[in-house]
């Protein structure tokens, strides 16, 4: 019986060893790991540090969950490097799989400020992406197709990746839904060529539309050359895309925006890239040159939180002053709005750095 106690007595001492150090205490590194926050789907460990006053959010892919308040996830580098640019890809927890265009902005010669191709290289090489393009309607050497690719090559396009311009032979019509001034949008034939989209985007200024991101490359982006004239007029004609009241041009972006998303049944993801911060865009030859710093570079899976986030980082910027004029001169928030109302995404996002 004596035997049979002190056996006790040594395992209940070795129970309560074991339960005080297993409950001993975390670091402050292990209970930052443990916070959870949850995003477009997906949930990360969270960690925050502070620098110089400020405090970023670092964050690590864990497993798939449901979004937190539904409100989308921007996140955000300033390394505007391939490394960054690969590390937001990645935060996203999308991967980009099937035949997977990448719509970027070939730029037009004469401007400098169109994405480089030794920054967008290894992310179009890592999804297999095609680079593609439409042609333009305001003339330039990216009005016809052969001349369109001969600047593609020129750029350095054409050395990274497969490059087609989507309307080379024909458009297609695709529905709006929900829109108020349009009822369809066109888009170059060869978009249903793919079923993956990642729509690359170079943030900036624009001289009609006050800015350009991801929700202009959606709309002008993918219009063919008739389609953006279709836009610029408010669904009035495919022809003359000058003299259209400026409003319904805005509000027309945000719809044909929709539309290429409802068209791809929203297998698309987005990036933009916060560099070379002209007012103008990659559309002119002659740009103004930026007068503010690069910023970074953003990615979410809400193109509408995407394009606010970046807005809200020019109006922060103590250098931002022209691009914010150049927005509020042409009432570019417009597009925005109405992208939300029309139900594209939300204004509202989280916004983490990673």
Same mark, same amino acid.
């Given at each position: 019986?004596?035997?049979?106690?002190?056996?006790?007595?040594?395992?209940?001492?070795?129970?309560?060893?074991?339960?005080?150090?297993?409950?001993?205490?975390?670091?402050?590194?292990?209970?930052?790991?443990?916070?959870?926050?949850?995003?477009?789907?997906?949930?990360?460990?969270?960690?925050?540090?502070?620098?110089?006053?400020?405090?970023?959010?670092?964050?690590?892919?864990?497993?798939?969950?449901?979004?937190?308040?539904?409100?989308?996830?921007?996140?955000?580098?300033?390394?505007?490097?391939?490394?960054?640019?690969?590390?937001?890809?990645?935060?996203?927890?999308?991967?980009?799989?099937?035949?997977?265009?990448?719509?970027?902005?070939?730029?037009?010669?004469?401007?400098?400020?169109?994405?480089?191709?030794?920054?967008?290289?290894?992310?179009?090489?890592?999804?297999?992406?095609?680079?593609?393009?439409?042609?333009?309607?305001?003339?330039?050497?990216?009005?016809?197709?052969?001349?369109?690719?001969?600047?593609?090559?020129?750029? %350095?396009? *054409?050395?990274?990746?497969?490059?087609?311009? =989507?309307? &080379?032979?024909?458009?297609?019509? !695709?529905?709006?839904?929900? /829109?108020?001034?349009?009822?369809?949008?066109?888009?170059?034939?060869?978009?249903?060529?793919?079923?993956?989209?990642?729509?690359?985007?170079?943030?900036?200024?624009?001289?009609?539309?006050?800015?350009?991101?991801?929700?202009?490359?959606?709309?002008?982006?993918?219009?063919?050359?008739?389609?953006?004239?279709?836009?610029?007029?408010?669904?009035?004609?495919?022809?003359?895309?000058? %003299?259209? *009241?400026?409003?319904?041009?805005?509000?027309? =972006?945000? &719809?044909?925006?929709?539309?290429? !998303?409802?068209?791809?049944? /929203?297998?698309?993801?987005?990036?933009?890239?916060?560099?070379?911060?002209?007012?103008?865009?990659?559309?002119?030859?002659?740009?103004?040159?930026?007068?503010?710093?690069?910023?970074?570079?953003?990615?979410?899976?809400?193109?509408?939180?995407?394009?606010?986030?970046?807005?809200?980082?020019?109006?922060?910027?103590?250098?931002?002053?022209?691009?914010?004029?150049?927005?509020?001169?042409?009432?570019?928030?417009?597009?925005?709005?109405?992208?939300?109302?029309?139900?594209?995404?939300?204004?509202?996002?989280?916004?983490?750095?990673?």
């Amino acid at each position: 019986m004596k035997r049979l106690f002190n056996v006790l007595v040594i395992l209940l001492i070795a129970l309560c060893v074991f339960g005080c150090t297993s409950r001993r205490p975390q670091t402050q590194e292990q209970t930052e790991l443990q916070t959870r926050t949850q995003a477009h789907g997906q949930t990360h460990t969270q960690a925050q540090i502070q620098r110089q006053g400020q405090t970023e959010i670092h964050e690590i892919p864990v497993q798939l969950s449901a979004p937190e308040n539904n409100i989308p996830v921007v996140y955000m580098t300033t390394s505007i490097t391939p490394e960054g640019l690969l590390a937001v890809y990645n935060a996203l927890g999308l991967r980009a799989n099937g035949r997977v265009a990448v719509k970027i902005s070939t730029g037009e010669p004469g401007n400098p400020h169109f994405l480089s191709p030794t920054l967008i290289k290894d992310l179009v090489q890592l999804v297999n992406g095609t680079i593609v393009e439409c042609n333009t309607a305001y003339g330039g050497r990216r009005a016809n197709t052969a001349a369109h690719y001969q600047v593609a090559r020129d750029h %350095g396009f *054409a050395a990274i990746a497969a490059v087609v311009i =989507m309307d &080379e032979r024909s458009e297609i019509s !695709i529905p709006v839904t929900g /829109g108020k001034h349009l009822r369809e949008n066109f888009v170059g034939a060869r978009f249903n060529e793919f079923n993956f989209h990642v729509v690359l985007s170079h943030f900036k200024g624009h001289q009609m539309g006050g800015f350009g991101g991801a929700l202009k490359n959606l709309s002008i982006g993918y219009a063919s050359s008739a389609g953006k004239a279709w836009i610029h007029s408010g669904g009035k004609s495919k022809t003359n895309p000058w %003299g259209g *009241a400026q409003n319904d041009f805005l509000e027309s =972006m945000a &719809e044909a925006a929709k539309s290429v !998303i409802d068209a791809n049944s /929203g297998r698309m993801l987005y990036i933009n890239v916060m560099n070379h911060l002209s007012v103008d865009c990659d559309c002119n030859g002659r740009p103004t040159a930026p007068t503010m710093d690069d910023i970074g570079i953003l990615a979410s899976l809400d193109p509408v939180a995407l394009d606010k986030a970046c807005v809200d980082l020019v109006y922060a910027a103590r250098d931002g002053a022209d691009l914010v004029q150049r927005i509020e001169s042409r009432n570019g928030l417009l597009t925005i709005d109405h992208a939300q109302r029309i139900g594209i995404g939300s204004k509202t996002y989280r916004l983490i750095r990673l």
